[in-house]
């Protein structure tokens, strides 16, 4: 199965590489969130969603269902 | 002569877009709305140079002309209509220079529709702290325009600003990237068929998702969408739309490169470490709770000073009225009437101005979107989102602007049922009924030294309200059969030391428009009350000074004691008498006698009614210089006996104006935002009903 934002630890970084689906919301691309950009799992909220991320310096809160529609590449 | 020019903000949220447009117009400000549509509208003027007057529009805060929010649609509509009164002869993009790149994917979009746009960067004063440099000469030859470094809070660069607007005649227009790259056989067919319009401006035209309403769009435009164009299915549109902020984001990154350098070596920020306190699962929730309690305490304690001060002054003003002109309709009208109205809403402006300080500094702080990140989970639950929050939370101080706050949730059930709950949080206009009924039958006693018993039964009376709305979306969610599409996307800003001066504008101007607005439904029905109350037909009223005297010639009264016996007759037999008494029938078993059947049914209009309601049939009733406060301790229940307003009775009235929908001004905007009058209706039902048996059964319980 390959890693997406959904699976990212709590201040982990990663490297955006590709979207699941189509319908990701055009928004957050707008926001940087696009392939080949950083994202930093920041902090989840109690109970463990929403997820607060650092995408290429802006600071969002997506849904888990959402960030599992992302794929990412580890960082080295 | 003095000419005058559009001037448009525009920018990403958390810009400090707002702080500009302070900086820029001070107190020449107004809040409207757009023509037909209840979108909030902050206009203001500015003087500049050479007898030149900007008019200056702040548009919404939008991160894209790709519109997915009413919200945002208003700045393509205005970007796009030529014709429009307000369309900008320069648009000013606002961004600040931590979030530079994504703001510039805006600002390429405004280029591309060829109008004269001035890049504003600001927060410029952190740049030192944030190891930050800028090319600026680089970056105006790039983006073919003009740069400005600022910072509105440090009140710099402004100067320069209002001279590159000034001199906006020498902006260049052409636009710096070239959006048709994304499909250059389809952008070409469309220049050829629109060959005198801008093809950006089509592709905007097309792509537009707005289905929030009708909004008035130049008509040339109508065939596109509908029409032979429409050729693209609508995934072929997104990936479009997706390889566009690609293209634009590549030209920005490349530009960035050149001109910017960071040294990435700075500590980590504030942000992180307030976030990991503020977000936290156990001390977030705290701290929220916390804030909320002082809110709340603030509001009930703090403002017992001024208010007490307001509620006196009036009634010596009335005092002084009566035996000061000559006695006749016109002065009890002014001493009876208009200045027992006119106190019962100027006695709640310490209370409202603290609310609405307290909520502009939460927003203005950042951490109202900390609010909707804990909330998030907990509100999808109800069919809400986080976002639903913020109508929720702002609520508290009117639901007008909190219906218009619910124009950023992009889902269409999502925002229909949080319209439709925002009513029940707790507005500044149940304040006043519920501070003088909660001071009427709750002690006035200290638990456990810190909290004040009167003060946490406000609190629970706005978690009462909170939980109806939640409890109610719960249900809608359930019951309402609309499909939805729901995503959450929300930028968390920087936290920011509140602006005075940002604070103040917002307290001055929401108190103003509250006070201006209720006070003229409340002098209007003040008079129409005093109207009522002092005529009446038939023998009872006409010679009510006979039959008083002598019913009760053998009890030897005083002549006060008689004259307010005499008072009280004739206002059970004036019109208004008649009124109550035909309702009384209904709130009889909540409690209530037909006085405070009138002053619920007055308030219908407006909740803040009730309280001048009461203080004017007071006032006719006994013309002595007492506060309405002092007077309602003093009613006695016709049927019962003892005092009037008792546990039982006040706990029933607090819960009938918890849940009533009693606002007219609410309603019409619920109308407008829905576009008919079924969810008004629905929602002005079900409350009333929810509200009459809530009543009626803490009564017949508690009593």
Not at chain 2, 431 to 459: C, E, H, K, S
Not at chain 2, 507 to 516: M, Q
Request: charged content about 20%; hydrophobic content about 45%; overall charge neutral.
């Amino acid at each position: 199965m390959e890693k997406t934002i959904a699976h990212l630890k709590r201040g982990e970084i990663a490297i955006i590489k590709n979207f699941k689906e189509t319908d990701v919301p055009l928004k957050l691309l707008e926001m940087g969130c696009l392939p080949g950009n950083l994202v930093t799992m920041m902090q989840s909220a109690p109970f463990q969603d929403p997820i607060y991320l650092n995408i290429n310096g802006t600071h969002l809160a997506i849904r888990r269902e959402t960030a599992a529609k992302i794929n990412v590449d580890p960082y080295v | 002569m003095s000419r005058s020019i559009n001037v448009a903000l525009i920018g990403n949220p958390n810009t400090g877009k707002t702080s500009l447009f302070n900086r820029l117009t001070g107190l020449n400000q107004k809040v409207g709305n757009y023509p037909g549509i209840t979108v909030e509208k902050k206009e203001g003027v500015c003087k500049l140079d050479r007898g030149l007057k900007a008019h200056i529009l702040d548009l919404p805060g939008t991160y894209s002309l790709n519109t997915s929010s009413l919200d945002e649609s208003v700045v393509v509509e205005t970007l796009l209509n030529r014709n429009s009164r307000d369309f900008p002869d320069v648009a000013v993009v606002v961004s600040d220079i931590e979030n530079l790149k994504r703001n510039l994917l805006l600002f390429t979009q405004i280029k591309d529709l060829e109008i004269p746009t001035i890049l504003v960067i600001n927060m410029a004063d952190r740049m030192e702290r944030k190891a930050i440099t800028l090319d600026i000469e680089q970056m105006e030859i790039e983006l073919n325009t003009k740069v400005v470094l600022i910072s509105a809070r440090k009140n710099r660069g402004i100067d320069d600003l209002k001279d590159a607007i000034t001199q906006y005649k020498t902006l260049k227009t052409d636009p710096c990237v070239n959006a048709s790259v994304i499909d250059p056989e389809y952008f070409e067919r469309l220049r050829k068929a629109y060959p005198q319009q801008l093809v950006y401006k089509l592709w905007l035209v097309i792509t537009q998702d707005v289905n929030f309403g009708k909004v008035d769009r130049n008509r040339d435009f109508d065939q596109l969408k509908s029409g032979s164009f429409n050729i693209k299915s609508e995934e072929d549109l997104k990936r479009l739309q997706h390889k566009e902020t690609v293209v634009r984001y590549q030209f920005i990154n490349g530009l960035l490169k050149k001109v910017l350098t960071v040294d990435q070596l700075h500590a980590k920020d504030l942000r992180s470490k307030l976030d990991r306190v503020l977000l936290h699962k156990v001390w977030g929730y705290l701290i929220f709770f916390l804030i909320l309690l002082v809110i709340f305490q603030a509001i009930y304690d703090w403002s017992s000073y001024p208010m007490d001060w307001i509620d006196q002054l009036f009634a010596s003003f009335s005092a002084i009225t009566a035996s000061s002109l000559p006695a006749g309709p016109l002065t009890s009208l002014i001493a009876e009437g208009i200045i027992p109205g006119l106190g019962g809403i100027v006695i709640f402006i310490p209370q409202i101005a603290f609310l609405f300080f307290f909520i502009s500094l939460l927003e203005e702080s950042g951490y109202m979107s900390r609010v909707v990140f804990l909330m998030d989970h907990i509100m999808k639950k109800f069919g809400l989102s986080g976002k639903s929050v913020v109508p929720l939370v702002s609520g508290t101080a009117c639901a007008i602007p909190a219906v218009m706050a619910t124009r950023n949730i992009e889902d269409w059930k999502e925002r229909l049922i949080t319209i439709l709950v925002v009513p029940f949080t707790t507005c500044s206009a149940r304040l006043p009924v519920y501070l003088i009924i909660i001071a009427l039958v709750i002690p006035d006693q200290d638990l456990w030294w810190i909290f004040n018993l009167q003060g946490l039964t406000l609190m629970l009376l706005y978690l009462l309200g909170f939980g109806a709305a939640i409890f109610s979306a719960w249900v809608l969610n359930k019951v309402l059969p609309i499909k939805r599409k729901t995503f959450f996307v929300m930028e968390m800003p920087a936290y920011k030391l509140p602006m005075g001066k940002n604070v103040l504008i917002t307290v001055i101007e929401k108190t103003k428009s509250f006070v201006l607005g209720a006070g003229k439904i409340i002098m209007a029905i003040s008079i129409v009350l005093w109207v009522l109350a002092s005529y009446g037909l038939g023998e009872q009223f006409t010679n009510a000074d006979e039959i008083v005297t002598q019913q009760y010639a053998s009890q030897n009264l005083s002549q006060t004691e008689l004259d307010q016996k005499i008072a009280s007759h004739e206002l059970e037999h004036s019109f208004i008498g008649y009124i109550g008494k035909a309702i009384e029938p209904a709130v009889r078993p909540l409690g209530y006698d037909w006085k405070i059947g009138i002053a619920i049914v007055s308030s219908f209009a407006a909740r803040e009614v009730f309280v001048g309601t009461l203080a004017t049939i007071y006032s006719v009733e006994s013309s002595e210089e007492e506060t309405i406060k002092n007077r309602m301790q003093a009613e006695t229940n016709p049927i019962l006996g003892g005092p009037l307003f008792t546990f039982a009775s006040g706990i029933s009235l607090l819960l009938f104006y918890a849940f009533a929908m009693q606002c007219m001004s609410t309603l019409a905007i619920v109308k407008r935002e829905t576009n008919g009058w079924k969810w008004p209706a629905v929602q002005f039902t079900a409350m009333t009903l929810i509200a009459y048996f809530a009543a009626l059964g803490a009564f017949q319980i508690l009593q």
